[in-house]
T-cell receptor, first 111, second 116 residues
Framework: GENVEQHPSTLSVQEGDSAVIKCTYS??????FPWYKQELGKRPQLIID?????GEKKDQRIAVTLNKTAKHFSLHITETQPEDSAVYFC??????????FGAGTRLTVKP | KAGVTQTPRYLIKTRGQQVTLSCSPI?????VSWYQQTPGQGLQFLFE???????NKGNFPGRFSGRQFSNSRSEMNVSTLELGDSALYLC???????????????FGQGTRLTVV
């Protein structure tokens, strides 16, 4: 089955700086790559996703890039704010398989 | 439209007991997946159901089982509970990916299980 690795496990940045989280996946058939944000005590919520027919997608301060050849995708958050502090999970899924998640990145944005 | 509902929110059980957790998906969603979340372990996949059939299963012992009903509601059961089963159990519902391009998974609030 799919194996998703996520780095780093913790990330601390100053408010206003950028944050980048990287994930790799193993199943070349994976075609859907979502990113979830989980605030303390809350459920994971989708913040952005990308499909395999697209190389990059942006939504305001958040962007995701996908390199199918290298089988890796990244989350970029620009102009970080304290409310961006949370645990971020990447995931990958193909038509034939369930969604597998990375181990998560705890992002701390220091004011 | 109502979100994914999980019941109960909290449970305390004793080692050796069994427990049943419930998940009601978003109306119209027929795919339900279950995950175990523990500190430092991320979201570990348990199983996925669609149309009352288990479609995929993660690497958990046979003590973990589940089922899905005709109304798409799903239950998971853990028998002979162990201390290590203490975790947040999350379910997620989505449209079935083979027939829909929009495969976003929506999570419930989770059931926090504590085994003592």
């Amino acid at each position: 089955g799919e194996n998703v690795e996520q780095h780093p496990s913790t990330l601390s940045v100053q408010e206003g700086d950028s944050a980048v989280i990287k994930c790799t996946y193993s199943d070349s058939a994976s075609n859907y790559f979502p990113w979830y944000k989980q605030e303390l005590g809350k459920r994971p919520q989708l913040i952005i996703d990308i499909r395999s027919n697209v190389g990059e997608k942006k939504d305001q301060r958040i962007a995701v890039t996908l390199n199918k050849t290298a089988k890796h995708f990244s989350l970029h958050i620009t102009e970080t704010q304290p409310e961006d502090s949370a645990v971020y999970f990447c995931a990958a899924r193909s038509f034939n398989n369930d969604m597998r998640f990375g181990a998560g990145t705890r992002l701390t944005v220091k004011p | 439209k109502a979100g994914v509902t999980q019941t109960p929110r909290y449970l305390i059980k004793t080692r050796g007991q069994q427990v049943t957790l419930s998940c009601s998906p978003i109306s119209g969603h027929r795919s339900v997946s279950w995950y175990q979340q523990t500190p430092g372990q991320g979201l570990q996949f348990l199983f996925e159901y669609f149309s009352e059939t288990q479609r995929n299963k993660g690497n958990f012992p046979g003590r973990f089982s589940g089922r899905q009903f005709s109304n798409s509601r799903s239950e998971m059961n853990v028998s002979t509970l162990e201390l290590g089963d203490s975790a947040l159990y999350l379910c997620a519902s989505s449209l079935w990916r083979e027939t829909n391009m929009n495969t976003e998974a929506f999570f419930g609030q989770g059931t926090r299980l504590t085994v003592v």
